[in-house]
């Protein structure tokens, strides 16, 4: 609708002024680098000289690279189980901690901890858990338990190395799901849950028609924020196991290592971008129903 | 259905003990209501009964089974929460029959039993409605009907309708009593409110500080409180309380002198005697709707006339008007009727029946008639 008094125009004009800094900002950090990074798909870069236009065919090679396939499959695999594995362990430590017991408070505050935890230092003290000759995976493993009789590199190894970083970032990022959890469950009325046992329920049937439906929302933000964030994930994956390629990695040795392919490297990024956003239009649509 | 029995039921929490040794009677298909200030322990009783809190000491019983150790989904009642406690995820509908789900009840009788009650609480136009759009009193029917379908033993109510407002309060009390009505289901309610407690109730129980003060059916209670407490707390407006003396010749109030009534003589001899004949301080009670204007009182063979008093405030209110007088050193209340037309300031003569008026002994609060 058109304001329609000098106060109401003035007010309108007030607000732009207002957004214009952010406006600005973010045309500059976010827009520019995304349309400047869709043009790049389009063309081969050259680090020296004019870049050539190519139409389609960076995309054309990708889609026929099994190395591209690969990583998309690494990043599925790593997708679902740091997002399933950061839900549920943040759901059962918060229903844990949300019971009454000696010493809640400060357990509530350790939990924290890997949290707030630089990434650099706890991914060497992961890397040296899981060293071949000192670290103390193998010599539980082969030492203590006998499994195998050989020791294995099982951040090197690309198979194996993918469930360490999804272990890792489990553990890393599980109190962000625990603290969300927990201020949901601490709000929940609890004449619902009384209200369920009167009408028959268990501690089980309570959680499944009290406390989940409660936790529906919040449940889903989580999940939706881990799909985001881990989607463009880079430092702990590179740092802790540079051979798993998801694909954030997969583009970075495409852009600058070997040969440096950045027009490739560009339509990667497009399609994952592409790929985010269909997510998340498809989660916030059909699970959220916002 | 069921009885309930309590015996010697107490609740701590820590040092602090909430409830101490109540015992209770509820008959089968009784409505008891148990009333009282805030913190006597009206509402830690219920839950008692309704196993949402521990019983620290005694014996609960729903019919002849003890039920200390019985969780309160096998306890086999319903409960009426203040606040509603439907769930907000499922539709009213869904709200209704969850329990009889619950039970594997068949669909059919499912169906029936939604159906009467919908019908009874006039909710059948909002059962796909989830509660948020609801109306106070439309969740509160809701949270009725949910404990209406469940063939329960026992309706518990927790403070159901003082979430609501005036109107709608008179109203759901009308529902809740043609609700026991058809079902017949031993109730237990809760509530601060003795207007509740007078309509509701087939027996009050009035409680304060964790103890009883006296159980009894509504009128009972009205006409012959036990002490103080539940003179003042059951009643509206509540009952003059007046220090008055006793000796031989009666009860002195003021310059005003009255006669003790037959019924009460020998409790009045034995307490003047316990104090060795001496003039001895005593607490009158006498309940506003008791005083008459004499212009327009039938005098009976007990009524005493009390001339001259001093009125200070008249409230009109329509056909009653309340009028704040002086009596002795104290200050009272009557109510009288639109007939007795009288302006602040003026005086005027009131008339009562010395049956409606209570002493109590100022120390122990108890009122003599109760206590020969």
């Known amino acids: 609708m058109k304001p329609q008094t000098v106060l109401e125009r003035a007010e309108n004009r007030f607000g732009w002024q207002l957004v214009a800094p952010s406006l600005g900002v973010i045309g500059l950090l976010i827009l520019y680098p995304i349309l400047y990074n869709v043009y790049l798909s389009f063309f081969d870069v050259q680090l020296v000289g004019d870049n050539v236009f190519v139409g389609l065919e960076n ?9 591209f396939y690969d990583s998309l499959t690494t990043t599925a695999i790593y997708l679902l189980g740091t997002v399933a594995g950061t839900t549920l362990l943040g759901l059962g430590a918060a229903l844990l ?10 357990v509530r505050g350790l939990i924290l901890l890997p949290y707030f935890a630089p990434v650099i230092s706890v991914v060497f003290g992961w890397q040296f858990i899981f060293d071949p000759v000192n670290g103390v995976y193998n010599y539980m493993v082969v030492e203590v338990f006998n499994l195998t009789d050989e020791r294995m590199n099982v951040i090197r190894d690309p198979d194996l190395g993918v469930i360490v970083v999804i272990v890792f970032d489990i553990w890393k990022h599980f109190p962000i799901a625990y603290l969300l959890i927990l201020s949901k469950l601490q709000s929940i009325n609890t004449d619902l849950y009384e ?44 740092l802790l196991a540079p051979n798993v390629q998801t694909l954030p990695i997969f583009t970075y040795y495409t852009a600058f290592t070997g040969v440096i392919d950045q027009g490739l490297a560009a339509s990667v990024s497009v399609i994952q971008f592409v790929l985010l956003c269909g997510l998340i239009w498809f989660y916030v649509k059909k699970v959220l129903k916002w | 259905m069921a009885s309930v029995t309590l015996e010697n039921v107490i609740k701590r929490y820590g040092d602090l003990q909430a409830v101490h040794g109540v015992d209770l009677e509820i008959r089968d298909g009784e409505f008891m209501v148990l009333v009282g200030p805030s913190g006597c322990g009206k509402s830690t ?46 539709s009213v509908r869904e709200n209704i029959v969850f329990g009889l ?58 403070e159901p309708l003082s979430n609501l407002d005036a109107k709608l309060r008179h109203d759901m009390r009308t529902e809740i009593r043609r609700i026991h009505k058809n ?65 031989a010749d009666g009860v002195h109030l003021g310059s005003h002198t009255l006669p003790v ?20 301080p005593i607490k009158i009670g006498i309940r506003p709707d008791f005083f008459e204007d004499c212009a327009f009182a039938t005098m009976g063979p007990n009524s005493v006339r ?45 008339c009562v029946d010395l049956e409606r008026v209570h002493f109590f002994d100022p120390d122990s609060g108890k009122n003599l008639e109760l206590v020969a």
Not at chain 2, 59 to 66: F, L, M, S
Not at chain 2, 133 to 139: K, M, T
Not at chain 2, 140 to 150: E, L, S, Y
């Open chain 2, 101 to 158: 789900k619950r039970a594997k009840t068949e669909p059919a009788e499912i169906h029936k039993r939604l159906a009467e009650a919908a019908r009874m609480l006039r909710l059948e136009p909002y059962l796909d409605r989830k509660p948020a759009a609801l109306s106070g009193g439309q969740r509160q029917r809701v949270a009725m009907g949910r404990a209406i379908v469940r063939d329960a033993d026992v309706f518990l109510f927790d």
């Open chain 2, 45 to 90: 009783t219920l839950r008692m009964i309704a196993g949402l809190e521990a019983i620290s000491e005694g014996t609960c019983r729903i019919g002849d089974r003890v039920v200390n150790d019985v969780p309160p989904q096998r306890r086999n009642i319903a409960m009426v929460f203040q606040n509603y406690a439907l769930y907000p995820h499922k």
């Open chain 2, 306 to 350: 009390l001339d001259g008093l001093r009125v200070e405030i008249v409230e009109p209110l329509g056909f009653d008007r309340e009028i704040t007088f002086h009596i002795g050193e104290s200050s009272a209340m009557a109510r009288l009727d639109l007939r007795s037309d009288i302006a602040e300031d003026s005086t005027i003569d009131l």
């Open chain 2, 183 to 247: 079902y017949g289901t031993t109730s237990i309610y809760v509530t601060h409110d003795q207007v509740e407690a007078m309509t509701l109730a087939d027996r009050v129980v009035v409680m304060r500080d964790g103890w009883i003060e006296q159980v009894g059916r509504p009128m009972d209670i009205y006409l012959h409180p036990a002490n103080l407490f539940t003179a003042t707390f059951i009643g509206a407006p509540s009952m003059n309380i007046l220090d008055g003396t006793l000796d």
């Open chain 1, 97 to 106: 901690l949300n019971q009454d017991f000696p010493g809640r408070n400060v």
């Open chain 1, 59 to 67: 995309y054309q090679r990708l889609l026929t690279d099994s190395a």
């Open chain 1, 195 to 238: 209200a369920a046992a009167i009408d028959g329920h268990g501690p089980w049937g309570r959680f499944w028609h009290v406390t989940l439906p409660e936790l529906y929302f919040v449940l889903g933000t989580i999940v939706i924020l881990r799909f985001i964030w881990n989607l463009n994930k880079f430092e702990e994956v590179f």
């Open chain 2, 261 to 280: 009534p037959p019924a009460k003589q020998a409790v009045a001899a034995a307490a003047l005697e316990a104090g060795g004949g001496r003039a001895r």
